[in-house]
């Protein structure tokens, strides 16, 4: 069981501290424990609760009628609430599935994204912010590998049912380009979206996958001759080991490359793009095109 100052709380669910001392000492709705030094802290318990008070109290219940309900009956509003506004749920449900390992839930909510949004503004609107709270979770050691397994492999399915959804002919004259992640690197989820997001703009695909080796990665640049390489780097690696990895690259490919994922985000390079948004991704298509 995890254990949680206010402040933690805080940064998972974006309530801030304040309320939840309201939410506390009003209304009873938390009972957490003291250090030897007197400090609040919360149980995985607490975390849930102030989820699912988070949810009904953005459907329009007042907050001194969901502290009158039990468990059971918060559980079933939130799940008639579900389907009238994913806007402001949607995180804090999929929060929940992670936390109760609850594939229902998070296939519940995500179909109905997607179905209102489109998988695009899905994934950059809402998976994204839930991934960024994962990691936050993580430092506060919130969940395990297993959660954050099961629910990487949920998302995994989903992306993967979209990109086979999409139309697969492919124009005889249409533009290549080979996807892959580095040796070290297994966080799959950004690549997968950038297939899709090719994919669907009639790219011709080649997709390598996880932890390809650089001599693999040559054997197949050197083969289909693309006109974009696509990674993404999510793991925390030394600069020496990134510019290592594009010496070898660039030592056989002078193309265009594009990276994103956590460990580009705030670089600025001149040897390659950097993906910060699908937008990025976008914008080098139709520079390419």
């Not at 579900?82 to 390992?101: A, D, G, V």
């Not at 892959?180 to 966080?187: A, S």
């Not at 990665?217 to 690696?237: A, F």
Request: charged residues 25%; glycine residues 4%.
């Amino acid at each position: 069981m995890a254990e949680y100052r206010i402040k933690d709380l805080e940064s998972l669910t974006g309530i801030k501290a304040h309320t939840i001392r309201m939410w506390e000492k009003r209304y009873g709705l938390l009972s957490p424990c003291r250090t030897t030094t007197n400090l609040r802290t919360y149980t995985d318990e607490d975390l849930q609760t102030i989820l699912m008070v988070s949810v009904l109290n953005n459907s329009g219940i007042k907050i001194s009628h969901i502290a009158e309900m039990t468990t059971d009956e918060r559980t079933t509003r939130i799940q008639k609430y579900q389907k009238q506004s994913l806007e402001h749920s949607s995180i804090e449900q999929f929060i929940l599935s992670l936390l109760r390992l609850d594939e229902e839930i998070f296939s519940s909510t995500f179909n109905d994204l997607l179905i209102e949004h489109g998988l695009e503004h899905t994934f950059s609107n809402f998976i994204i912010p839930f991934l960024d709270r994962i990691g936050v979770m993580w430092l506060v050691g919130t969940i395990n590998p297993a959660q954050e397994h099961f629910i990487s492999h949920l998302i995994r399915q989903k992306i993967i049912v979209a990109i086979d959804n999409l139309d697969s002919h492919i124009q005889r004259d249409a533009k290549r380009v080979v996807l892959y992640l580095p040796e070290h690197e297994w966080h799959e989820l950004g690549l997968l979206f950038y297939h899709y997001i090719l994919k669907k703009q009639g790219w011709k695909i080649f997709y390598l996958g996880q932890s390809v080796p650089i001599d693999a990665l040559k054997q197949i640049t050197c083969q289909v001759k693309p006109d974009l390489i696509v990674s993404s780097w999510v793991v925390s690696v030394e600069e020496k080991i990134v510019q290592g990895h594009l010496s070898e690259l660039r030592s056989f490919y002078q193309g265009d490359l594009a990276i994103g994922g956590q460990q580009m985000i705030n670089r600025s390079r001149v040897d390659f793009n950097v993906i910060k948004s699908h937008d990025d991704l976008y914008q080098i298509i139709s520079r390419i095109a």
